[in-house]
């Protein structure tokens, strides 16, 4: 199993490099974990205060379980992968099956912040897009996905989102092999990305 890491900040692309990549390869090779499943359980926390947690901090996120999930798919075994409640910050009762397929993609912001999931990955990918349409990107999400205001969403752009792509996202850039800049739209970069997974399947 080949497992590719994405990261890059909110909004920089990350999702059309994601679906450039199942659609250039055969149906049923891909598998996906998104990190944003992955947020530690709210449910046992008043709902006021779950609005005030600071999401875009390692620490809001159940990295064990991640990585439980990608050493599971790499041996070939099946995962329920958690299902996350945006509107009321927790996870639901439900999962979604996840079978171990030839190519495994995690992505998600921080996810080259930990060295351990970090050594899980054979080729690592950071999305590289200028803030401003990042924010662009966000708001239009989270208005229309996450029954989020706009005030609120540029309230936590400001608390939260910009400080820890500082502090968290920027740096860990270092990390990657490859570095796409302008996301979606750099044709070039994610031909070689592709390519190079094709030579992984034998096409």
Known sequence: ???IGIA?????GKTTIVRNIIEATPRDSV???????????????PIEERARTNFDHPDSFDSH???QHIRLLQKG???EKPIYDFVTHSRTERTERVE???ILVVEGILIFTDPDLRALMDIKVFVDTEAD????RRIRRDLSERGRTLDSVLAQYESTVRP?????VEPSKRFADIIIPEGGSNRVAQELLTNRIRGQLGQ
Not at 8 to 12: V, W
Not at 31 to 45: H, P
Not at 164 to 168: A, G, L, Q, V, W
Request: charge should be negative; aromatic fraction near 8%.
């Open 100 to 102: 171990a397929r030839p």
């Open 31 to 45: 598998s996906m974990l998104e990190q944003d499943s992955y947020y530690i359980d709210l449910r046992g926390v």
């Open 133 to 136: 349409l990042r924010l662009i």
């Open 77 to 79: 075994v099946a995962v």
């Open 1 to 3: 199993m080949l497992t």
């Open 8 to 12: 890059g900040g909110t909004g920089s």
């Open 164 to 168: 820890m792509h500082d502090e968290f």
């Open 65 to 67: 379980l991640l990585k």
